[in-house]
Nanobody, 123 residues
């Protein structure tokens, strides 16, 4: 499975973006996640969604501001970002977990990764 993330950009604090991640194959059996990596920092979990899309989980730092969703018919997962802060600046990666299990926030549990899309929030 190949993942293609896009939709990043430069926005002012308080602004919004919608990130998309398109998969090359059907991913109805994959849970999906978004991670981010700021310059000089480790990649961190942001949000995840179950195979059906019925369950979601968020990092505390983005809860209430980011929304993950999944369109299995389009093989696409989305991350809606609102009320952006300068500390949200990072490269955002989408990832797919091919193992049927509960939503995981562990980076190493994800098998496939997109190339990343840059989000820059100016103050």
């Amino acid at each position: 499975v190949q993942l293609q993330a896009y939709g990043g950009g430069l926005v002012q604090a308080g602004g919004f973006l919608r990130l998309s991640c398109a998969a090359s194959a059907r991913f109805t059996t994959y849970a999906m996640g978004w991670f981010r990596q700021a310059l000089g920092k480790e990649r961190e979990f942001v949000a995840a969604i179950s195979t059906s899309g019925g369950s979601t989980y968020y990092a505390d730092s983005v809860k209430g501001r980011f929304t993950i969703s999944k369109d299995n018919a389009k093989n696409t997962v989305y991350l809606q970002l609102i009320s952006l802060k300068p500390e949200d600046t990072a490269v955002y990666y989408c990832a797919a977990d091919r193992i049927p299990r509960a939503i995981t926030t562990t980076r190493t549990n994800y098998d496939y990764w997109g190339q990343g899309t840059q989000v820059t929030v100016s103050s």
